[in-house]
């Protein structure tokens, strides 16, 4: 049976990166959705970041299957490899700056404290933060004003700007403490969060994670507390869980192929799982995502 891949693109409906040489790439929101009838289809990106300012209009978002209202103004940084899409109003007013997640690195090399603060999504409401909101605006309202133009030091500038939209997102998000930056701990979960993306389907036991990070079966289950206040072996259920929604949502393969597509033997055990952890069994979460997607 085929199976319905989710598009991953450079930008959205493009498979190669955009003409320009420069690593950056700018655009009103106005400009692309405009073209798709206002609506950005489920999609992922291999290596990009987008950086998006929302500041009027109506916008909502799915992030993997999820629906997400966006209460705008607001800023939101959205990771690489993750599936989103995006539904606008007519009327939308907002930038969207797109990078390859590399140069992140390079934005924060002087601010350690920052580095790993967007490896997953980030969003911020301005409503309510009228400081925020106003130096958001002006930071956009330079970058595309720099971006259109060809003054010396133009790419400079550009990141100078960038760094300064992340940082303020990162502080007034509340993202960039150091309890959550570079421990040791979170750095060991983040390579066994890694470990499980690459393994979950082959179902292996937690003694062959612990052994690959050096640490006990125990240690891994109290770190793996500490971070995510859950358990290492609910940690490993959360991504088969991901990954069964996001072939329910995005896949015409059928229940019982889904669930031996990840490793399940059985799949009246895979149907007891998913309706277990999601609270209803996976055809009607089928149904309700086909449902909600169109309407």
């Given at each position: 049976?085929?199976?319905?891949?989710?598009?991953?693109?450079?930008?959205?409906?493009?498979?190669?990166?955009?003409?320009?040489?420069?690593?950056?790439?700018?655009?009103?929101?106005?400009?692309?959705?405009?073209?798709?009838?206002?609506?950005?289809?489920?999609?992922?990106?291999?290596t990009l970041v987008h950086v998006v300012f929302l500041r009027s209009?109506?916008?909502?978002?799915?992030?993997?299957?999820?629906?997400?209202?966006?209460?705008?103004?607001?800023?939101?940084?959205?990771?690489?490899?993750?599936?989103?899409?995006?539904?606008?109003?007519?009327?939308?007013?907002?930038?969207?700056?797109?990078?390859?997640?590399?140069?992140?690195?390079?934005?924060?090399?002087?601010?350690?404290?920052?580095?790993?603060?967007?490896?997953?999504?980030?969003?911020?409401?301005?409503?309510?933060?009228?400081?925020?909101?106003?130096?958001?605006?002006?930071?956009?309202?330079?970058?595309?004003?720099?971006?259109?133009?060809?003054?010396?030091?133009?790419?400079?500038?550009?990141?100078?700007?960038?760094?300064?939209?992340?940082?303020?997102?990162?502080?007034?998000?509340?993202?960039?403490?150091?309890?959550?930056?570079?421990?040791?701990?979170?750095?060991?979960?983040?390579?066994?969060?890694?470990?499980?993306?690459?393994?979950?389907?082959?179902?292996?036991?937690?003694?062959?994670?612990?052994?690959?990070?050096?640490?006990?079966?125990?240690?891994?289950?109290?770190?793996?507390?500490?971070?995510?206040?859950?358990?290492?072996?609910?940690?490993?259920?959360?991504?088969?869980?991901?990954?069964?929604?996001?072939?329910?949502?995005?896949?015409?393969?059928?229940?019982?192929?889904?669930?031996?597509?990840?490793?399940?033997?059985?799949?009246?055990?895979?149907?007891?799982?998913?309706?277990?952890?999601?609270?209803?069994?996976?055809?009607?979460?089928?149904?309700?995502?086909?449902?909600?997607?169109?309407?």
């Amino acid at each position: 049976m085929s199976k319905a891949v989710v598009p991953t693109y450079k930008l959205f409906g493009e498979k190669e990166l955009w003409s320009t040489p420069e690593p950056l790439h700018h655009e009103t929101i106005a400009a692309r959705s405009a073209l798709y009838d206002w609506e950005i289809t489920p999609h992922a990106h291999d290596t990009l970041v987008h950086v998006v300012f929302l500041r009027s209009g109506s916008a909502e978002m799915s992030f993997e299957t999820v629906p997400l209202g966006l209460d705008l103004p607001c800023v939101l940084m959205v990771p690489p490899r993750r599936i989103h899409g995006f539904r606008f109003s007519p009327d939308i007013q907002g930038q969207i700056i797109t990078l390859p997640q590399t140069l992140l690195g390079e934005l924060f090399v002087l601010s350690g404290e920052l580095r790993g603060v967007f490896d997953g999504f980030s969003y911020l409401p301005l409503a309510g933060e009228a400081d925020t909101l106003a130096l958001m605006r002006l930071h956009f309202e330079q970058f595309a004003r720099e971006y259109a133009g060809h003054q010396p030091g133009r790419m400079t500038t550009l990141m100078a700007i960038l760094g300064l939209v992340l940082v303020q997102l990162a502080r007034a998000g509340r993202l960039a403490d150091d309890e959550r930056g570079q421990s040791r701990i979170r750095a060991r979960v983040e390579r066994f969060v890694a470990l499980v993306d690459e393994h979950f389907r082959a179902w292996q036991p937690l003694s062959f994670y612990a052994q690959r990070l050096g640490v006990s079966t125990a240690q891994l289950n109290n770190n793996c507390r500490r971070e995510a206040g859950v358990s290492a072996q609910d940690m490993i259920h959360q991504r088969l869980l991901l990954e069964a929604r996001r072939l329910l949502a995005y896949s015409d393969l059928d229940v019982t192929g889904i669930g031996y597509a990840l490793g399940f033997r059985d799949p009246a055990y895979f149907s007891r799982f998913f309706a277990r952890r999601e609270g209803m069994p996976p055809s009607v979460f089928r149904q309700t995502h086909v449902r909600r997607n169109t309407n």
